[in-house]
Nanobody, 124 residues
């Protein structure tokens, strides 16, 4: 079992940056593939980024590639999402997710553990 808690969301202007954090409980954090998803009002939850056990492999949705950077610190049971050049369309509730195994997956149904989300609002 993994408990996940997100933080770092807020209200920013277009072009600003934010760093989201995901704190995980449990002693086997390093054995979970981790990901960020987001859900905008009235839209389905969508994949943003994922990172492998060691952090050596990262994956991004096309919409955030080049602007967002995912990372993790297994010693601290933390995962991060650094978001640069934010756009109004990045406004959403951002969720941290975890799954066992090496496959990263882009579908929400592929992740067994979820946090409650942190809200990011980007104004024009």
């Amino acid at each position: 079992q993994v408990l996940l808690v997100e933080s770092g969301g807020g209200l920013v202007r277009a072009g600003d940056s934010l760093r989201l954090s995901c704190a995980a409980s449990g002693r086997t954090f390093s054995r979970y593939t981790m990901a960020w998803f987001r859900q905008a009002p009235g839209k389905e939850r969508e994949f943003v980024s994922a990172i492998s056990w060691s952090g050596g492999n990262t994956y991004y949705a096309e919409s955030v590639k080049g602007r967002f950077t995912i990372s993790r610190d297994n010693a601290k049971n933390l995962m991060y999402l650094k978001m640069n050049s934010l756009k109004p369309e990045d406004t959403a509730l951002y969720y941290c997710a975890a799954r066992g195994g090496m496959y990263y997956g882009t579908g929400p149904e592929e992740y067994a553990y979820w946090g409650k989300g942190t809200l990011v609002t980007v104004s024009t």
